[in-house]
């Protein structure tokens, strides 16, 4: 079964977005809230954890499945779903593509085998 997608419109923004907020609920219920780098490939939208898995945005947003996606004044509902082999390759490339020019040393953290790992999918909720 293929993955739900976002509409057109939504993968333009994410897309577009320099950094996206990554909202994830905390063990109190509070929500924390992170910028992080996002990636559309073949309209999917794929995130890392610069961290790798100890990242809290990360190990929150695994233990939960539902996160909230603040782009551009906008809150969008979403399941993250572990992708790490998925499309590596593609989504490292992407990474490249969007963020290499400007900031080389950190894209080359995202495209480490711990961050990669870390590789999550983001669909509609």
């Given at each position: 079964?293929?993955p739900?997608?976002f509409?057109?419109?939504?993968?333009?923004?994410?897309?577009e977005?320099?950094?996206?907020?990554?909202?994830?609920p905390?063990?109190?219920?509070?929500?924390?809230?992170?910028?992080?780098?996002?990636?559309?490939?073949?309209?999917?939208p794929?995130?890392?954890s610069?961290?790798g898995?100890?990242?809290?945005?990360?190990?929150?947003?695994?233990?939960?499945?539902?996160?909230?996606?603040?782009?551009?004044?906008?809150?969008?509902?979403?399941?993250a779903?572990?992708a790490?082999?998925?499309?590596?390759?593609?989504?490292?490339?992407?990474?490249?593509?969007?963020?290499?020019?400007?900031?080389?040393?950190?894209?080359?953290?995202?495209?480490?085998?711990?961050?990669?790992?870390?590789?999550?999918?983001?669909?509609?909720?």
């Amino acid at each position: 079964m293929a993955p739900e997608r976002f509409d057109h419109q939504t993968l333009a923004l994410l897309a577009e977005a320099d950094e996206i907020e990554m909202r994830t609920p905390r063990a109190d219920g509070t929500a924390s809230s992170r910028p992080i780098w996002i990636v559309v490939v073949d309209g999917v939208p794929y995130v890392r954890s610069y961290a790798g898995e100890r990242g809290a945005w990360y190990q929150h947003a695994r233990r939960d499945g539902r996160v909230e996606v603040g782009v551009d004044g906008e809150t969008l509902a979403a399941r993250a779903v572990p992708a790490a082999g998925e499309a590596d390759e593609h989504v490292s490339a992407a990474y490249h593509d969007k963020y290499g020019r400007r900031s080389p040393g950190p894209t080359e953290a995202m495209v480490t085998p711990q961050v990669v790992a870390t590789t999550l999918r983001l669909e509609p909720e």
